[in-house]
């Protein structure tokens, strides 16, 4: 069984950790991710210590407080292959907060460590910058939730992905495993995948230039790819549409990435 890849838990409560990556039970520093489903009036509720979070409702609708401010009916789609980015909330370490389910409702909470306490933050979908990248058989849709360029948060970067079919992502390969600024940073990642339809997959691959760990792996609805290093390139198969969730952690919050150079001539031949 592959160390990088989760399957969910599929237990149907009112409330149900689908997900839970810590640094206790992965490879992962900077990073720890959960993905919790929620019914109507359920909650979940934590105390933070020296960890931020960036609360994400990827589908449903919920309300959030950390005890000083309440953030109501947030959540913009019943399923993220709607394309339409969807509301979050940033805390600080040294808080707490709840999460209510006002639907159905499923939500990622990121992770990652923090010393320095900032204002929470609403990030309303309204706000989310969207982008689209690459070219021909390597197009991709982007919600940039919570892009380096924004100065809301210590560590978190945290980003959804959209990938047609017969498409690939994080491609050419590509990795951000070296603290080497200005033209590399440290960052850990998890990919939460989802797949339209839910019966389909993609394919993802981990490997690092010394093949210390080289994993490909069939990924499939509701999975989480662990990237402690490495390239990490992700392929749809065609017939199905890719969604990820990405988050980013490291000791520099900034994403300057390395492309494999054996795959890089990709990139000139259709400039």
Known sequence: MSKLLRKPNKAEQ???????????????EYVEFKVVDLTPGAKYAEELDEKEVCIVAVTGRI???DQEQTFRNLGT???????KPTDSVYISNNRSFEIEGVSKARV???????????????????????????VQNNKRLVHNILPDSDPSANSLLVVEVFTESGNWSSYPPHKHDQDNLPYESFLEETYYHEMNPKQ???FQRVYT??????????VEHGDVVIVPA????????????SYYLNVMAGPKRTWKFHNDPDHEWILKSRQ
């Open 77 to 83: 789609r019943e399923s993220v292959f709607e394309q």
């Open 108 to 134: 990622a909470i990121c992770y990652s460590p923090s010393e320095n306490q900032l204002p929470t933050k609403l990030i309303k979908a309204s706000d989310i910058g969207i982008e689209h990248r690459g």
């Open 230 to 241: 490495g390239y990490h390139p992700v392929g749809v198969p065609d017939g199905y549409v």
């Open 200 to 202: 389909g997959f993609v």
């Open 14 to 28: 009112e409330l149900t950790v689908i997900h839970n990556v810590t640094t206790e039970n992965s490879s992962l």
């Open 209 to 218: 230039d010394d093949r210390s760990i080289d994993e490909t792996m069939t």
């Open 63 to 65: 309300n959030v407080t």
